[in-house]
């Protein structure tokens, strides 16, 4: 019953090191060939590889491709607090649409009663129409409450 063995495991054991012996010294003749300049792969060739011109720091210029910032982007969120716990969303909808395309509005609303919590958020195409409705409508009387707006911030990254 022959399994192919050929000496026993301290044979196969002194086999292994040998090989990675001699891959450490290829890899090291490698490594010394690299730092003269000479690629290990293409040392066969008769003819070496000329030398690469010398770069200077001056010489580098380093450049980065950049666009000027568009300053109509969008869709922008808005905060809109202190509304009346009666206004709905419906009602508030016609006070922002006259600066620019609505993409959204929004009363929050209480999970247990079903009230609105005295804030909502509203959502411009641009940015734009988000600014101008920001400035002209912060801090104006609507259904009985003052409106706070601004811009909503994002608590999803902190």
């Known amino acids: 019953m022959n399994r192919g063995y050929q000496g026993g495991k301290r044979n196969r054991e002194a086999s292994r090191d040998q090989r990675k012996k001699e891959k450490e010294a290829r890899l090291r003749h490698n490594r010394e060939l690299r730092a003269r300049g000479v690629d290990p792969d293409l040392s066969d060739l008769a003819e070496p590889a000329a030398p690469l011109p010398e770069v200077k720091l001056e010489d580098i210029v380093i450049g980065v491709a950049s666009q000027p910032r568009r300053q109509d982007f969008g869709p922008v969120k808005l905060f809109v607090g202190g509304l009346n716990p009666d206004t709905t969303a419906a009602e508030l909808r016609p006070a922002f649409a006259k600066f620019g395309d609505l993409v959204d509005v ?6 247990g009663t079903n009230r609105s919590r005295g804030f909502g958020f509203v959502t ?8 101008a409705a920001a ?8 259904d009985g ?14």
């Open 124 to 131: 411009f195409a641009t940015s734009a129409a988000a600014d």
């Open 145 to 158: 409450g003052r409106l706070r707006v601004n811009r909503a911030e994002d608590t999803r990254s902190r």
């Open 135 to 142: 400035k002209e409508l912060n801090g104006v009387e609507l």
């Open 106 to 111: 929004a009363i929050v609303t209480d999970r």
